[in-house]
């Protein structure tokens, strides 16, 4: 995979999302990071999840270059109970991403 002159991916990395319950969920939110204090895109909504997410390389600050990004979704209930996946990575080379 390729990145473009703006610094995202020629082929977006597609994020596969199943969830336990999902008409319990009334907010998500899928977070990036570069590691595990800097932020760099967070998805959010209401409702269950879809079941695919689609990242093109965008930052929310910055631009994108070759590193280890993690990502972790969290979801929330009426009651404001939090569950959350496991810390996941997602490689970014010169050329593009490779998810492990």
Same mark, same amino acid.
């Given at each position: 995979?390729?990145?473009?002159? &703006?610094g995202?991916?020629?082929?977006p990395?597609?994020?596969?999302?199943?969830?336990?319950?999902?008409?319990?969920? !009334?907010?998500?939110t899928?977070?990036?990071a570069?590691?595990?204090?800097?932020?760099?895109?967070?998805? %959010? *909504?209401? *409702?269950?999840p879809? %079941?695919?997410?689609?990242?093109?390389?965008?930052?929310?600050?910055? !631009?994108? &270059?070759?590193?280890?990004?993690l990502?972790?979704?969290?979801?929330?209930?009426?009651?404001?109970?939090e569950?959350?996946?496991?810390?996941?990575?997602?490689?970014?080379r010169?050329?593009?991403a490779v998810t492990?």
């Open positions: 995979m390729q990145l473009t002159r &703006e995202r991916f020629a082929e990395v597609t994020f596969t999302i199943s969830c336990n319950y999902p008409q319990f969920i !009334t907010q998500w899928l977070v990036v570069q590691d595990e204090h800097w932020l760099v895109k967070v998805f %959010t *909504g209401t *409702g269950p879809p %079941t695919t997410l689609t990242w093109h390389g965008e930052l929310d600050t910055g !631009t994108l &270059e070759p590193s280890l990004y990502y972790r979704l969290f979801v929330w209930d009426q009651k404001q109970h569950d959350f996946t496991p810390l996941q990575s997602v490689e970014v010169n050329g593009g492990p």
